[in-house]
């Protein structure tokens, strides 16, 4: 299984609403990032946890709040957003610990809109 | 973009013919990663280059690395229709970092 599963596909809240992004990937990566991409522009790094620690937070805004609640999971928990945000969420995985320099495996991604 | 600059932003070829791109970044790096994008949605990888490899083939794909200038290339041999998507270069820096470049655009006319 190289699958790293998305859920919602489509996603639209409100400025007030709490929503959480989840993902999931059962390839035994010890890695796992979430990234946020606005059209025709790259991914940027927003988060990594390795080895289900927060290792690297791309100064994101509070109202963005990453959980790895096992070495399966990683949600993204989101509160009090702007229509800026809207974007596409993308999480991904790779292989931890010194073998943490190998390709990356991504999701189809999340399609957030804030109105 | 979080990394460096690809070129061209886009490219325009027809059924056959190879596509180049080329890729810069900033920072040293581990490797460094192609991937495709179609229509917006997941990233797939195509393939990695050591910093210590020069060039590397995969089927019809290229790669090449310049460490001293922090740059590499892309090349798609014979293109195909289904080779139209988003190519991005990722550099792999030594703390877990995957940091994308601008991307190219290419379409490949049938």
């Known amino acids: 299984d190289t699958e790293v599963t998305q859920t919602p596909k489509h996603l639209v809240m409100g400025m007030t609403n709490k929503k959480s992004l989840k993902c999931e990937q059962h390839m035994g990566h010890r890695a796992m990032y979430w990234y946020k991409q606005k059209a025709k522009k790259p991914p940027e790094l927003m988060f990594v946890?390795?080895?289900?620690?927060?290792?690297i937070n791309e100064s994101v805004p509070s109202r963005f709040s990453p959980e790895c609640p096992n070495s399966s999971l990683l949600n993204l928990h989101l509160h009090a957003l702007q229509p800026e945000d809207s974007a596409l969420y993308l999480c991904a995985s790779s292989q931890g610990g010194g073998r943490g320099y190998t390709e990356a495996f991504f999701g189809q991604g999340t399609r957030l809109t804030v109105v | 973009s979080q990394q460096g600059e690809e070129d061209p932003q886009a490219l325009s070829i027809q059924e056959g013919e190879n596509a180049t791109m080329n890729c810069s970044y900033k920072t040293s790096i581990n490797n460094l990663q192609w991937y495709r994008q179609n229509s917006g949605r997941g990233l797939v990888h195509l393939i990695l280059i050591r910093s210590n490899e020069r060039e590397k083939h995969s089927g019809r794909l290229r790669v090449t690395l310049d460490t001293s200038k922090k740059s590499s290339s892309l090349l798609i041999t014979a293109s195909r229709a289904a080779d139209t998507a988003s190519y991005f270069c990722a550099s792999r820096s030594n703390d877990y970092k995957l940091s994308f470049g601008a991307g190219t655009t290419v379409t490949v006319r049938a």
């Open positions: 946890y390795s080895y289900e620690k927060l290792s």
